[in-house]
C-alpha cells in the first residue's frame, strides 16, 4: 500500500528532471538565438513577426481549448485502464483537431489576410514579406494544431524524457536557423519564417512517429465517437469561452499594440514575454510532471492524495518562480543589456511588470487543476475569462486616449492578482471541496517568504552597484535568501526532515 505513492513521488521527480534538462538547452539556445536574430532582423521586423504571426495565433482558439481536454481525457483514461476508450478518445481527439486546423486556414485566409492588409501598422517596404511570414505562420499553425494529441499522449504516459531528447535536435536545429539567417542573401524575415516551419514539421514528424511506434492508441483512425466527442467539447466548450479571453489578452495585445505603436515597441514587448517564457518554463516543466497524477489520483478516488499533491505542488510553483523572477524584476536593465546589447524601449518595464504578472498566475494554473482534474469547468469558464474580456476593452480605450503601452502591463499584473488570489480559490472551495484552510495553507507560507527573503536581495541591489561582479552578487544573495527562507518558514517539519534525510543520502553515495 506505501509503494504506490513512493513510485509515484519518484515519477514524478524523474519527468521533473527530464523536463528540467529539455529546458535548460533549450533556454541557453534560445536566449543565443534571440539576439542574434533580433541583430539580424532588426528591432522593426522582430516586431513585425510577432504581430503578424499574433493574427494566426489569435485565430487558434479553437485549438486552445481543445488542447486542455486532450492531455485531460487522456490521462483520465489512462487511470481508469480503459484502453479501449483510450484509443477511441485519442483518434477522436486528432480528427477533430484536423477540422479545427481546416477551419483556422479558411479564417486565416480570408478575415484574417484583410486584417493584415487593413489595420496593422506595416511600413509599405515590408508588406510583401509580412504577408509571407503570415501565410508561412498559418502553414505553422497547422502542424502545431494537428500535433496537439501526440503531445498530450507523451505526457499523458509520462514519457518526459522524450522531450528532453528530442529538444537537444530541436534546439541544434535551431542554431542552424540563426548560421543560414546570417549568411543567406534571401529576405532575413522570410527566411527565418520558412526556417521555423521546416523545424517545426521536422519535429512534429519525429513525435508522430514515436507515438505510433510506442502507443498503439495512437494508430490513425476516422473515428468520432459521439459519446466522447460529446464529453471532451462539453469540458473544453467550457474552456473556450476562456480560451478566447487568452486570445485576446496574449496574441491580441499584441495585435493592438501593433495598431496603436510601431514594430519596435511590439517587439519590446515580445522580448520580455520571451524572457518570462523561459523563467515559466521552471514551473511548467514541474506542472506538467505533476498534474498527471493530480488527475490519474482523482481518476482513482484518492481524492485527498490528489489534493495534498495539488496544494503543495501550488507552493513549490509560487517559490520556483520567485527564485527565477526576483533577480530578473532587480536586474532587468544590465541583464537585457548583456543579453541584446541593444535594449529598445520599454523592454525593462515590460520584462519586470510581466515577472510579477507571473508570479500571481502560478495561483491561477496551479489552483485550475483542481477543477480540471474533476471535469468540472462551467463556472471557471464563465467566471475567469471575463476579466480578460473586460481588461481587453480598457487597453483599447486608453491606447486610444493616448496612454503609454506600458497600460497593458499593469492591467495583466491586476488582472492575474484578482485571478490567483480571488478567483480560482473561491471557485476550487465551492466545486471542487477544497476549504478556505486549504487555500491559506498555500498562501501563508508564500506570503511569509516574500516578506522574509525579498528585502535584503533589494538592499544588495541598491548599496553594491553596477558591474558583472555586482550582477553575480545580487543573483547569490537572492538565491540564498529564498532558498533559506523556504526551507525554514515555507514547508513544514515534514518536509524539511525529507529535505535533509535526500540530502543526507545523496552525500553518502
Not at 528532471?17 to 541583430?39: D, E, G, N, P
Not at 518570462?276 to 514551473?283: D, G, K, L, P, W
Amino acid at each position: 500500500m506505501n509503494q504506490q505513492p513512493t513510485t509515484n513521488n519518484q515519477t514524478i521527480a524523474k519527468n521533473t528532471i527530464f523536463l528540467y534538462f529539455r529546458m535548460m538547452v533549450i533556454m541557453l539556445v534560445t536566449l543565443y538565438t534571440s539576439r542574434v536574430v533580433l541583430q539580424t532582423l532588426g528591432v522593426e521586423d522582430f516586431g513585425l513577426y510577432a504581430v503578424v504571426g499574433g493574427v494566426v495565433g489569435m485565430l487558434s482558439f479553437l485549438n486552445g481549448a481543445l488542447s486542455t481536454g486532450s492531455s485531460r481525457f487522456l490521462a483520465f483514461e489512462l487511470g481508469t485502464r480503459n484502453f479501449e476508450k483510450l484509443q477511441k478518445t485519442f483518434s477522436t481527439l486528432l480528427n477533430t483537431h484536423i477540422i479545427i486546423a481546416i477551419i483556422v486556414v479558411i479564417l486565416a485566409e480570408t478575415i484574417g489576410l484583410w486584417f493584415v492588409y487593413n489595420k496593422l501598422v506595416i511600413p509599405s517596404d515590408r508588406m510583401n514579406a509580412a504577408l509571407w511570414v503570415y501565410h508561412i505562420s498559418v502553414l505553422t499553425a497547422v502542424i502545431t494544431m494537428t500535433q496537439v494529441p501526440y503531445n498530450a499522449s507523451i505526457i499523458s504516459h509520462e514519457k518526459m524524457n522524450v522531450f528532453a531528447y528530442v529538444s537537444i535536435v530541436e534546439v541544434s536545429l535551431k542554431l542552424g536557423v540563426v548560421y543560414l539567417l546570417k549568411v543567406g542573401n534571401y529576405d532575413k524575415l522570410i527566411l527565418y519564417a520558412i526556417l521555423l516551419c521546416i523545424v517545426t514539421m521536422g519535429i512534429a514528424l519525429f513525435y508522430r512517429f514515436y507515438c505510433v511506434s510506442k502507443f498503439k492508441e495512437t494508430h490513425y483512425k476516422f473515428l468520432l465517437d459521439k459519446d466522447i466527442l460529446k464529453s471532451v467539447g462539453g469540458f473544453s466548450g467550457w474552456s473556450l469561452f476562456a480560451q478566447v479571453s487568452i486570445a485576446l489578452n496574449e496574441q491580441g495585445t499584441n495585435i493592438i499594440t501593433g495598431i496603436f505603436f510601431s514594430p519596435a515597441v511590439v517587439a519590446a514587448r515580445a522580448i520580455s514575454t520571451q524572457v518570462n517564457m523561459t523563467a515559466m518554463q521552471f514551473i511548467q516543466n514541474f506542472r506538467t510532471a505533476v498534474n498527471p497524477q493530480i488527475v490519474k489520483k482523482y481518476a482513482a478516488e484518492d481524492y485527498i492524495g490528489s489534493k495534498q499533491l495539488l496544494l503543495n505542488s501550488a507552493k513549490f510553483s509560487f517559490y520556483l518562480m520567485l527564485l527565477l523572477g526576483l533577480p530578473i524584476i532587480l536586474l532587468a536593465e544590465p541583464l537585457l543589456q548583456l543579453w541584446l546589447g541593444q535594449v529598445p524601449e520599454y523592454s525593462v518595464i515590460f520584462l519586470q511588470l510581466i515577472i510579477i504578472q507571473s508570479l500571481f498566475s502560478v495561483f491561477d494554473t496551479s489552483f485550475y487543476t483542481a477543477l480540471y482534474a474533476k471535469g468540472q469547468l462551467r463556472e471557471n469558464a464563465l467566471i475567469s475569462p471575463l476579466v480578460g474580456f473586460i481588461r481587453f476593452p480598457i487597453i483599447y480605450f486608453l491606447f486610444k486616449a493616448g496612454f503609454s503601452p506600458v497600460t497593458l502591463s499593469y492591467a495583466g499584473v491586476i488582472s492575474y492578482a484578482l485571478l490567483g488570489l480571488v478567483i480560482k480559490p473561491i471557485l476550487i472551495c465551492k466545486i471542487a471541496n477544497y476549504t478556505f484552510q486549504d487555500i491559506m495553507n498555500v498562501f501563508s507560507p508564500c506570503l511569509k517568504v516574500c516578506l522574509i527573503a525579498i528585502p535584503i536581495p533589494i538592499l544588495a541591489y541598491y548599496y553594491v552597484g553596477s558591474g558583472i561582479i555586482n550582477f553575480i552578487i545580487v543573483c547569490f544573495v537572492s538565491t540564498v535568501c529564498i532558498l533559506v527562507t523556504v526551507f525554514y518558514v515555507g514547508v513544514n517539519k515534514d518536509m524539511r526532515n525529507k529535505i535533509v534525510s535526500f540530502i543526507k543520502s545523496k552525500l553518502k553515495k
